[in-house]
Nanobody
């Protein structure tokens, strides 16, 4: 099954941007839903965005729509999370997750238990 390798986290000032990457190792994301979640210190894991890789369809957390953009690159078997206008409250560990099938047709795309494969997480810190 696919394995996930994340990169792109770091420290950025408020108002800045970062792009996170999630690469599929050993196989492609074809026929997978890929999601981004985040977990701030002492808080529950929160849904950020998800993509149905086969057609590039995306869904977002209502609170993040407009600032965060998720996309996929078929040639690189990689999905990206472009994060703009970052705020200190965006500080968290960001996780990439995947599961076979199209979760975007159900409400499960926002539920972390629907994803069976997880990356190691990447820290994003936004300073004020």
């Amino acid at each position: 099954q696919v394995q996930l390798v994340e990169s792109g986290g770091g420290l950025v000032q408020a108002g800045g941007s970062l792009r996170l990457s999630c690469a599929a190792s050993e196989r492609t994301f074809d026929s997978y839903t890929v999601g981004w979640f985040r977990q701030a210190l002492n808080k529950e894991r929160e849904f950020v965005a998800a993509i149905w890789y086969d057609n590039g369809g995306t869904v977002y957390s209502d609170s993040l729509k407009g600032r965060f953009i998720m996309s996929g690159d078929n040639a690189k078997n990689t999905v990206y999370l472009q994060m703009n206008s970052l705020m200190p409250e965006d500080t968290a560990v960001y996780y990439c997750a995947a599961d076979r099938g199209n979760l975007l047709y159900s409400r499960w795309y926002a539920n972390n238990v629907a994803y069976s494969i997880w990356g190691q997480g990447t820290q994003v810190t936004v300073s004020s």
